[in-house]
C-alpha cells in the first residue's frame, strides 16, 4: 500500500497494490495489518456504507459530533467522484481547510478522513458507487451538515455542467460558521 500525504497530514490518499493481468485484477481493499503500519493508526472500523447515486449528485459536507465522530476509510468502485474533506477542529492549524480528491473505479484510491472532519462528495461520472468504512455507528441526531458551497470555505467544486443534485437535509447545510465544530 502506497501513502500519499495531502496538505492537511491527517488526511491520507491510500493505493492498494493491484494484481493485473488479462483475467482481470485482484486486491486487498482493506487490510488491518497493512493498514497500520503503512499509516501508524490504530483503527477500528464497526459499520459499512454503500451509496449509488447518478451524475451531478453532490452528497454532504456531513460529520458527527462526539461521542459518534465518525473516521471514514472512503473509495468509489464504480464510477468517479471529486471527494472532500474538510477540517472543523477549531485547535488545528489547519481549520476551514479543505482536500479534494478524486476518486475512480479505475484509480482504485482510497482517502482516510478522521474524526473531527465534514467529508462530502461530487459525481463527476454517469452513475459511481461509493463505499465508506466508519469508525463509529450512524448517529442520526449528532449528525450535522456544511453546505456544500460555503463562502467560507471556498470549496473548488469541478463543474458538471449542471446545478449538484441535493438531499433535502443537504439544502439546509449551514455555514462552518454557524455549526457545532470539534474543540
Request: proline fraction near 5%; charged fraction near 25%.
Amino acid at each position: 500500500m502506497n501513502v500519499i500525504q495531502t496538505e492537511i497530514p491527517d488526511v491520507l490518499i491510500l493505493e492498494p497494490q493491484v494484481f493485473g493481468d488479462e483475467r482481470g485484477f485482484f486486491y486487498e481493499s482493506y487490510n488491518e495489518r497493512v493498514f497500520r503500519e503503512a499509516t501508524g493508526l490504530e483503527v477500528s472500523f464497526v459499520q459499512d456504507n454503500h451509496s449509488r447515486s447518478v451524475h451531478g449528485v453532490l452528497r454532504g459536507l456531513h460529520y458527527q459530533l462526539p461521542p459518534a465522530a465518525q473516521g471514514k476509510l472512503v473509495r468509489c468502485t464504480v464510477g468517479e467522484v471529486f471527494d472532500v474533506a474538510v477540517d472543523i477542529r477549531q485547535s488545528s492549524a489547519s481549520f476551514g481547510k479543505w482536500v479534494g480528491v478524486c476518486l475512480s473505479a479505475e484509480n482504485r484510491r482510497q482517502l482516510w478522513i478522521p474524526e473531527g472532519f465534514a467529508h462530502g462528495f461530487l459525481v463527476v461520472s454517469e452513475v459511481a458507487e461509493f463505499l465508506y468504512k466508519t469508525t463509529n455507528f450512524y448517529a442520526p441526531a449528532l449528525e450535522r451538515t456544511i453546505r456544500w458551497d460555503d463562502p467560507e470555505l471556498k470549496i473548488d467544486w469541478p463543474s458538471t455542467g449542471t446545478n449538484p443534485v441535493l438531499a433535502p437535509k443537504d439544502m439546509l447545510g449551514k455555514s462552518v460558521s454557524e455549526v457545532e465544530v470539534f474543540a
